[in-house]
């Protein structure tokens, strides 16, 4: 499993941005994504931006690492997952349009 790693990015220097996670510095690369800003969001893989995302969904995401870290610990979630708690489970876009046509099986 994959895992990317919400960061803020503190300075950019051409490609490569220092971004912090709120306690710790990396570099990261952010060749994928081409010019960013000081204090945007990005999500982070193996030391490279992946996507711009919103602080609110870097938080999200954030909670919920905590929240795997903590069951993984033999402790509670506790309202780590919040947001998913309010609604029913989604398939991705494409996964419905293919079950909306008919095909149950994608």
């Known amino acids: 499993m994959c895992v990317g790693l919400p960061m803020q990015i503190v300075s950019v220097d051409g490609i490569a941005a220092t971004c912090t996670d709120g306690t710790q510095h ?3 690369d952010l060749s994928l ?3 960013q800003a000081p204090g945007t969001w990005v999500l982070t893989h ?3 931006a992946r996507e711009v995302i919103s602080e609110t969904e870097a938080r ?3 909670a919920a690492l905590e929240g795997l870290r903590a069951i993984m610990a ?3 979630a506790g309202d780590a997952f919040a947001d998913l708690d309010a609604r029913a489970p989604q398939l991705p ?3 419905q349009a293919a079950l909306d046509a008919g095909h ?3």
């Open 33 to 35: 994504l081409g010019d």
């Open 74 to 76: 033999g402790g509670d």
């Open 60 to 62: 999200q995401i954030m």
């Open 93 to 95: 876009p494409h996964l």
């Open 46 to 48: 193996l030391g490279c």
């Open 26 to 28: 990396e570099t990261v």
């Open 104 to 106: 149950p099986n994608g």
